[in-house]
């Protein structure tokens, strides 16, 4: 077998990052790219919260509490769904609900805030409208189009 494939001693004392655990998001931090940090997979818990509030903020908003058939079966998606889904969630979510995008930016330093703004601009005007009409671009090309796009703003 190569010595690249082995777990031995003396490749964990080489490579320094095999203990490196990713910070969690927390729902209070501020000064930070939150949005970046949901791309981790580490974070599943946090985007799964936001994904939620965003469910029952459109159900307050929009039908006086009350849920719906759909926002039942997007509730539901949310509770089992892998890390991309919930990620495509929360990107078609942060398009149209008000209060995750207060959410979002009241968690953001003042400086980084244009940052978020330029990719809600993105994400409404190019990215969402490609993931509705172009049939063949799956859930998993959309979360990095997001990515790349967050990146680049």
């Known amino acids: 077998m190569p010595t ?14 095999l203990n490196f655990t990713p910070t969690q998001t927390t729902e209070g931090m ?3 790219n939150r ?11 946090m985007l799964r919260k936001l994904v ?10 929009l039908y006086d509490g009350l849920s719906t058939k759909e926002t039942n079966q997007m509730r539901q998606t949310a509770e089992a769904g892998a890390h991309t889904v919930l990620l495509t969630q ?8 008000q209060h995750l995008k207060e959410t ?10 244009y940052k978020v703004t330029r990719f ?7 990215l969402v409208i490609e993931f509705y009409t172009d049939e063949l671009l799956t859930m998993c090309e959309f979360v990095g189009l997001c990515e790349d796009a967050h990146i680049l703003s």
């Open 52 to 61: 939620l509030g965003s469910v029952s903020a459109i159900e307050d908003s």
């Open 104 to 113: 979002i930016m009241t968690g953001e330093s003042s400086h980084n805030r």
């Open 30 to 32: 501020t000064n930070l």
């Open 4 to 17: 690249t494939c082995q777990d031995t001693q003396t490749i964990r004392q080489c490579v320094t990052n």
């Open 90 to 97: 929360f990107m078609l979510l942060l398009n149209v609900d």
């Open 120 to 126: 809600m601009l993105d994400l409404r005007n190019t």
């Open 35 to 45: 949005i970046e940090r949901l791309f981790l997979s580490s974070n599943v818990e």
